[in-house]
């Protein structure tokens, strides 16, 4: 029968083991008087470590230790009191305050930032016809196109409301009046 | 006409001498064998009590002062390790005054008592500083394995290895004296 270590043996003692190693000891332990004797001994062990170790040193003078330290705390505090500035107790309840301010003015600082009306870089999604020195223009994302005007004769240009762009004018040689009427569907 | 004015004692200075008294020998003992020493464990009590008592909010509860206090006692001492980068503890100082114990223990008592504590001080000296630790934190304190790694800085696994050594050693130490 092969034993377990006795490293398993006095962790499982003081119930170190994880569950999975535990268990193969107790399973070995049923079964195995040598192994339950060496565990119950570390038990023994432990439970006389206790027991010992709430005594106080050999050839110690509890008494005047005591007295010294409780003199040496009173001091301690003391000279701590002096040292420490009085407003430190409050610093806790205002960093708090502080802190919850700080948090209010992000939230209300960023919601603002965000609804704010940004300037965008105009962008020309649908056709647009405008007026130009030349002519009426009918101008698109992919390019535009030009309806010029006869440059010797005086042209009235029109918008509407709609968006269409109106030029009349009128050939001086065959006195004949034209419309462009541009507008888009 | 003269008369005598009895002491005004704030309550919380009274709290604070109460708090100094139910905990101060349990506080020395803990940190004591942390330490192995009791120059060190003295001065250590001291600086544990004023850290705690710095801090008065936290005594209003006895029961989980005296754990707080025990935290920061165990703290104290590792973080004194630490710093002195100790590697064995030194020697009990023998004291001149006589050993004081209550009045109705027998001679034999006393002996037993007195050989038991040097027994046990030469059964830690036998373990490593690190297994010491963990072994008085596992064993002394109850500290879960998990949490004393925690305080010592280390893996779980690291923590249960020391714990092994220290209960092989101390065991086979307190055997060798019973033969």
Known sequence: MSHPQANALALFAGGDLPWWARWRVRWHLGACETCRREVEGYRRAAHWFRRAAAELPANFDWERAAAEMRANIQLGLEAGECVSAPERAASPIRWRVVAALASIAVVVVGGWWLHMPHPRAPRLEAPLVESTSDGIQIREPEGSLALLNPRAAPVMVYPSAEGAMTARFVDEETGLVTVNHVYVE | ?179
């Open chain 2, 1 to 179: 006409m003269s008369e005598t004015l009895p002491p005004v004692v704030s309550e919380a200075a009274e709290r604070r001498s109460r708090f100094i008294a139910e905990n101060l020998r349990r506080i020395f003992v803990q940190i004591y064998r942390i330490v192995g020493n009791v120059d060190d464990a003295q001065d250590l009590t001291q600086e544990a009590f004023i850290k705690a008592l710095q801090r008065e909010d936290q005594l209003k509860d006895p029961d989980k002062a005296a754990h707080w206090l025990s935290r920061i006692a165990t703290n104290t001492a590792i973080d004194f390790l630490r710093r002195a980068g100790r590697a064995e503890f030194l020697e009990v100082e023998a004291l001149a005054e006589p050993l004081t114990a209550p009045a109705e223990e027998s001679p034999e008592e006393l002996l037993l008592r007195a050989e038991r504590r040097l027994f046990l001080e030469e059964g830690l000296r036998r373990l490593t500083a690190r297994e010491r630790l963990a072994f008085v934190l596992r064993d002394l304190e109850g500290l879960p394995a998990g949490e004393v790694a925690r305080r010592l800085n280390c893996s779980k696994a690291t923590v249960r290895s020391h714990i092994a050594n220290a209960r092989i050693k101390f065991r086979q130490w307190l055997e060798g004296r019973n033969r």
